[in-house]
T-cell receptor, first 111, second 112 residues
Framework: SQQGEEDPQALSIQEGENATMNCSYK?????LQWYRQNSGRGLVHLIL???NEREKHSGRLRVTLDTSKKSSSLLITASRAADTASYFC???????????WGAGTKLIIKP | EAGVAQSPRYKIIEKRQSVAFWCNPI?????LYWYQQILGQGPKLLIQ????????DSQLPKDRFSAERLKGVDSTLKIQPAKLEDSAVYLC??????????FGAGTRLSVL
């Protein structure tokens, strides 16, 4: 089942601009993860933020987590054409090792 | 470190035929997942294995889908008979308990 909702569903920006995607979820979690999927390919893990963390950075990626609002955001700074992909958030609960997925945000970077 | 291997990459079959997918997870990963991803949607978990045992297969259509994990390593997912609505990408992933899941490239199935 899908518990995450991502916003926006699609985003088109110019190369060099920043891209922000949001994710909301419904239950308490162990961690929240972001994945990227290029067209026709498998999913690639980008970053994981634990429930007791508020912000995390990895290269040009910045993730925030607000457990009181059950929401997260992914910021990609200085976007590149190669960032064109679908981005999914997924939450992992305490009870098992399963991920509950959102429907994804389709990001298009225009050169 | 070798990633998750899946085969075949593409498969086209007629409805009511059978098909099988194979997955070899990352060495040492006890947990293996099969997902179905329909175009424009997030992945849907079909079955989760922990070593040899099934942890969750609540969303596996058991009248037509079956899966096994041999000796806690390789896994196969079978569909028999296939329906038009089974057209999707089938993704295999593996992991160590909590944390990142590592995905294979997937098998794109078209049922005609």
């Amino acid at each position: 089942s899908q518990q995450g909702e991502e916003d926006p569903q699609a985003l088109s920006i110019q190369e060099g601009e920043n891209a922000t995607m949001n994710c909301s979820y419904k239950t308490s979690i162990n961690n929240l993860q972001w994945y990227r999927q290029n067209s026709g390919r498998g999913l690639v893990h980008l970053i994981l933020i634990r429930s007791n963390e508020r912000e995390k950075h990895s290269g040009r990626l910045r993730v925030t987590l607000d457990t009181s609002k059950k929401s997260s955001s992914l910021l990609i700074t200085a976007s590149r054409a190669a960032d064109t992909a679908s981005y999914f958030c997924a939450t992992e609960e305490d009870s098992n090792y399963q991920l509950i997925w959102g429907a994804g945000t389709k990001l298009i970077i225009k050169p | 470190e070798a990633g998750v291997a899946q085969s075949p990459r593409y498969k086209i079959i007629e409805k009511r035929q059978s098909v099988a997918f194979w997955c070899n997870p990352i060495s040492g990963h006890a947990t293996l997942y099969w997902y179905q991803q329909i175009l424009g949607q997030g992945p849907k978990l079909l079955i989760q294995f922990q070593n040899n045992g099934v942890v969750d297969d609540s969303q596996l259509p058991k009248d037509r889908f079956s899966a096994e994990r041999l000796k806690g390593v390789d896994s196969t997912l079978k569909i028999q008979p296939a329906k038009l609505e089974d057209s999707a990408v089938y993704l295999c992933a593996s992991s160590l308990e909590f944390g990142p899941k590592y995905f294979g490239a997937g098998t794109r199935l078209s049922v005609l």
